[in-house]
């Protein structure tokens, strides 16, 4: 009985192994190829050299840990508390686990099923059908059964090469996830800055009104100017006064979304405080080949996968509608007394195969299949729009910092002759050539202008970022640099 088990193993294992070589039903799948373009816009790469405080470097990579070319220990900190602590990261980590344990679980339906039974029964027999003779007995059994469903069509391989898809996109989704968290830390903590420093400069400007309001109160006691001088002297420093409370309140929204982005609550806030100048602009940044973003974008990774898996949707659904063949066999024994339940004359066994086909379901499977057919290309559309998006993303960027270092020029020259003017009008003033209107004038444009220059600052720095993160974050360099030592922190530049 155990040769002919056996035997019957063995030939299993062959015939599946001949069926698994053969070809399954359905699409194989093909990554879409890269866009073969070899720039992200009809123009010229923009140049982000206008103050020579960057330049772009087109095909250089991108370090794992971009966030520390900022050159901020404070952020660094932040950012790998972050990593740890935060919940949507650690729920996308417990997804993947979630796809990864649904493949391990697929992958066993390539192997036989192997079940084991054991039972008791108390049971009586009629005289009726004994010759006249009752009788009262316990059957005891015992058995191992195998079944074996043959992948002929390849059905079950196409379940987990989806399954493997799926997995592999709530890896990527992971990626976006960690990506995301990152940058959204570090544009967080730009914006942190900006917010201090706007605050630092509108007391600063407050302050400085509120000396000119003493001097014109002092020159109206004196009865060198009227009175109306002194009330839009007044009028001016409330106004400026009312921009405080907003910027105030922008920065504890910011220190709230920072201390969430870390997974604390309020009171909790982190210890870290962010001043733009001890970030530093990086010097350089990367510009990743068109032909390399399609491999780079954790998003555009996930929308393929999502396109594989939908690909391997259309085989399932074609071997669906194929005969399904079922090997099974038995071996076990049975006696009337425990003890003697393996001895020789109890066993028995047995040997089968069954094919089974859907004759008629009025139609359900192949409506099963246009749908898995449609829903890839439903797939195939999403897969499109995020590529288009990605190379959109880093375009608006690139032409963003370009943006921004001609701003930046600008405000800061605006801001110079600003002060300049100020400081002039105030001379003149003091000297009595010009009225309180032409006062009020310069201090308005003085403010307007360093308002201006910080948030110009804090842009350039948040498009740095925001470069980055639409060039993919560099992932693909976590484990290469986990073993690196760190680099070096110059002093930041301005």
Known sequence: MRRIFSSFSASCLALSAVFLAGCAVGPDFDAPAAPSIGTYDSEPTPDVTADRGQVVLPGM???AQWWALFHSDSLNHLVTQAIKDNPDLASADASLRVAEDELAAGETLLFPTVSGSLASQRQKVSAVSNGGVASIYTLHNASVGVSYSLDIWGGTRRAIEQLQARADAARFQKEAAYLALTSNVVTAAIQEASLREQITAMREIISNQEKTLKVLEARFE???????????????????????????HQLVVARHALTALIGQLPPSAPTEKFKLNELALPPQVPLSLPSRLVEQRPDIREAQENLHAASAAIGIAEAARLPNILLSADIGSMATIFSKLLTPGGGFWSLGGSATETIFDAGALSDKEDAARD????????????????????ADTLHALQSDAE?????????KAAADSLALTQARFAAGAIGVVELLNAQQSEEQAKIALVQARAQRYADTAALF?????????????????APETPAPNL
Not at 230 to 247: D, G, R
Not at 407 to 415: G, H, Q, T, V
Request: charged residues 20%; hydrophobic residues 45%.
């Open 61 to 63: 990579d991108i370090p």
């Open 222 to 248: 004196a009865g060198a100017v009227d009175k109306s001088a002194v009330l839009e002297q007044q009028a001016a420093l409330a106004a400026a006064k009312t921009n405080l409370p907003p910027l105030e």
């Open 375 to 394: 829903a890839y290309a439903a797939a195939e559309a999403r897969y499109r729009k995020t590529v288009v998006a990605a190379f959109q993303n880093v």
């Open 407 to 415: 701003s930046l020029n600008a405000k800061r020259d605006a801001e």
């Open 469 to 485: 993160a639409a060039l993919g974050g560099g992932w693909w360099n976590r484990d290469a640099e986990a073993n690196s030592p």
